[in-house]
């Protein structure tokens, strides 16, 4: 019996098993709604420096621009924080479809790490 080859791993950084909730904001691509935006509540299920793994109700086109928006807790209002941490850009790279929901891997436009200098 032959050993197969291990898969070379891809990812530059690791990823943390997270579950954060986000506002997603993107473009509907439907004809006679183009430029409309979407807006929908999702689940990051991982995340990384360099993109995310996100669970959503609506599925997103391949390649799609994305903003996304973590919500900050209500006592957090006090307290001055930067906008880089708060919104994100990043495009889809990978849609699976699933019965209820689509799991939808992100790549950050920036890496986290750059966001928080």
Same mark, same amino acid.
């Given at each position: 019996? %032959?050993k197969t080859k291990a898969v070379e791993e891809r990812r530059q950084w690791p990823r943390l ?5 986000m506002f997603v904001r993107s473009r509907s691509e439907k004809v006679g709604e183009e430029n409309?935006?979407?807006? &929908?509540?999702? !689940?990051?299920?991982?995340? *990384? =420096? ?8 609506? =599925? ?6 994305? *903003?996304?928006?973590?919500?900050? =807790? ?5 307290? &001055?924080?930067? %906008? *880089? ?13 699933? &019965? ?6 992100? %790549?950050?436009?920036? %890496?986290?790490? &750059?966001?928080? !200098?």
């Amino acid at each position: 019996m %032959k050993k197969t080859k291990a898969v070379e791993e891809r990812r530059q950084w690791p990823r943390l098993p997270v579950a954060i909730p986000m506002f997603v904001r993107s473009r509907s691509e439907k004809v006679g709604e183009e430029n409309k935006e979407i807006l &929908e509540f999702a !689940s990051a299920l991982n995340i *990384s =420096a360099g993109g995310a793994l996100l669970a959503t109700r609506r =599925a997103l086109p391949l390649f799609a621009r994305v *903003s996304l928006e973590i919500p900050t =807790a209500p006592f957090a209002n006090d307290i &001055e924080l930067p %906008k *880089s941490c708060h919104i994100l850009q990043a495009r889809a790279v990978r849609v699976t479809h699933a &019965e209820g929901y689509h799991l939808v891997g992100l %790549k950050f436009a920036a %890496k986290l790490t &750059e966001n928080l !200098s």
